[in-house]
């Protein structure tokens, strides 16, 4: 595979920007496998975000011959109380996330787990961790909230002053060379790159996916031009009923995808588009939508960019889309719903699920 075929795929959607492509390109000419990772709070149930989308980009990097590190990040979400701030449970937690990615299409031998539990327990992961704090603000380590899902004005308490410094050094304690986050991690990922040569390392390449909206989103653009927008609109699990989640019964897939915001015509803000965007049309390269005769008859959607267009024509309506994208959901959440009705996925699913989420 050439290069330019391993940057396309780094690329593909639901990426939304590379920091900085030159680099990228630099790095694949001069590493065959370079390390790639993504890591997780653990708390709630997945939802097409956090799970399918999650999982697509996943492969893609695979597929590009990036290894790839799924970092557990348990003590993260111990230090931002999730989980009631039970660590026994925010484990388990992790435990049925590996459970839902594999779910959802990763192929788990061909990923490095690590869970920063076991990381904490070596001393020279603290001494990174006081390395990036030495060389951090406290102005600095405020303005990076959103990483943790909160504003600077929720920010109380001195445990949340280490979140920041963690994430920032975590790359470089395990090696990544692809910091592969969601665009709400921005601010950890930026200060890992501009403090890696301070801390004796080089430049590490930031590859941000999109944050994929809520069903009630609509609220201004859910794109890079406004990034508070898009962190304020995302799916979210403490938002249930804006959320598809990976367990959702095509009923509860009906209910909450016909209640959402999907104005004619509209693509910028429309959950509905982004689903088809990030999820539907990465699934399936070809799609029909069913309509009757005496409205135009079906639709046999390709590419994105021939959906996007018939939308903002009006050749499309809403209520025609949104029930193809209730078809097309629970195609792909079917084997998934399957893969948690027995044995350990079904036993840490309901500890999940009836354990009480804490924001």
Known sequence: ??????????????????????????????????????????????????????????????EAKCDFILWIADWFAY??????????????????????WKACGVDIKKVKILWTSDAVKDPDYWKGVIDVAKNTTVKR??????????????????????????????PFYFGADILQLGMDQRHATMLSRELAEKLGFSKRICVHHHL??????GKGRMGKDDLDTQIE??????KPETAIFIHDTKEEIKRKIMNAYCPEKIVEGNPI????????????????IKRPQKFGGDLQIES????????????????????????AL????????KHFEKDKPRELYEIVKNAKITR
């Open 79 to 100: 230090i931002n109380n999730k989980m009631g701030g039970d660590l026994e449970l925010i484990k388990k937690t992790g435990e049925y996330y590996i459970e839902g």
């Open 141 to 170: 380590t405020i303005r990076a909230s959103p990483i943790m899902g909160r504003n600077e004005a929720e920010i109380k308490y001195t445990a949340q002053l280490l979140y920041p410094m963690m994430q920032a050094w975590d």
């Open 212 to 217: 994929l909206a809520g069903l009630q989103a």
């Open 233 to 238: 609109n995302k799916m979210s699990k403490s």
């Open 330 to 337: 629970d195609e792909i959440l079917e084997p998934i719903r």
């Open 304 to 327: 994105y960019q021939q959906l996007e267009d018939l939308f903002k024509k009006g050749d499309l309506h809403p209520l025609d889309l949104k029930n193809e994208t209730i078809e």
């Open 1 to 62: 595979m050439d290069i330019e075929r391993r940057i396309e795929l780094i690329k593909a959607p639901p990426t939304e920007e590379v920091i900085t492509e030159q680099d990228l390109k630099e790095l694949l000419e001069t590493k065959q496998k370079p390390i790639a990772y993504d890591g997780f709070e653990t708390s709630g149930l997945l939802h097409l975000g956090s799970g399918v989308l999650r999982a697509i980009k996943i492969q893609d990097m695979l």
């Open 273 to 288: 588009i982004e689903i088809w965007k990030y999820i539907i049309l990465r699934k399936f390269s070809v799609r029909t």
